[in-house]
């Protein structure tokens, strides 16, 4: 599903959640490649595309193949929580 960075450019993320602006990427390690040159660059262009997304008002929840499937919903959950949740809550400050 196609969604724009701050700069206007467009990416694709694994699972979006539009209406919460989250972005839910599931990262595989062939993906950066086999030497170290390749690994900096991946994740250098990693970096910047995330920075985008944030400065697009994206957040974005990030697991790796073989977490479990608890621990994806459970990161997924918190995300979605602290949006919906009143900064006083999160803080502790809620009497």
């Known amino acids: 599903m196609p969604v724009f960075g701050g700069s206007g450019r467009t990416y694709y993320g694994d699972f979006v959640w539009r209406r919460h602006r989250l972005i839910g990427e599931a990262d595989g390690v062939g993906k950066y490649g086999d030497t170290a040159a390749a690994i900096r660059q991946a994740l250098r262009a990693e970096r910047a595309r995330q920075a985008d997304l944030e400065a697009g008002g994206w957040r974005v929840v990030r697991w ?13 959950g918190r995300a979605l929580y602290l949006e919906a949740a009143p900064a006083a809550r999160i803080l502790g400050l809620e009497a």
């Open 64 to 76: 790796v193949t073989g977490d479990p499937g608890r621990s994806v919903v459970a990161r997924v």
